[in-house]
């Protein structure tokens, strides 16, 4: 059975870190592009990064560029977001995906998606 479990989600005050994590299992990331997206209430879904199978490309908003990081470790079949300097709209639900390329990631036609972790940013 294909799954992506994210974790690493919570509570932080702004200013803060938290890193996620998505396991996957089922199949091997090495072969996808894998990323995240996130969703706060009443807004639409938002990419937030994403990153080739090669690692060679990656992608960050706007929003988060400088701020957070994707990493990718195969050996582990995880996926990473390090989130740092956290600010009260980056409160969301936070989603892992894996696709077979990276534009099908930038394009929001994922292969896979996990099924989201909470982020909430407030003092």
């Known amino acids: 059975q294909v799954q992506l479990v994210e974790s690493g989600g919570g509570l932080v005050q702004p200013g803060g870190s938290l890193r996620l994590s998505c396991a996957a299992s089922g199949f091997t990331l090495d072969a996808y592009a894998i990323g995240w997206f996130r969703q706060a209430p009443g807004k639409e879904r938002e990419g937030v990064s994403c990153i080739s199978s090669s690692g060679t490309n990656t992608y960050y908003a706007d929003s988060v560029k400088g701020r957070f990081t994707i990493s990718r470790d195969n050996a582990k079949n995880t996926i990473y977001l390090q989130m740092n300097s956290l600010k009260p709209e980056d409160t969301a639900v936070y989603y892992c995906?894996?696709?077979?390329?990276?534009?099908?990631?930038?394009?929001?036609?994922?292969?896979?998606w996990g099924q989201g972790t909470q982020v909430t940013v407030s003092s």
């Open positions: 995906v894996a696709g077979s390329s990276f534009v099908k990631i930038l394009t929001g036609r994922s292969d896979y």
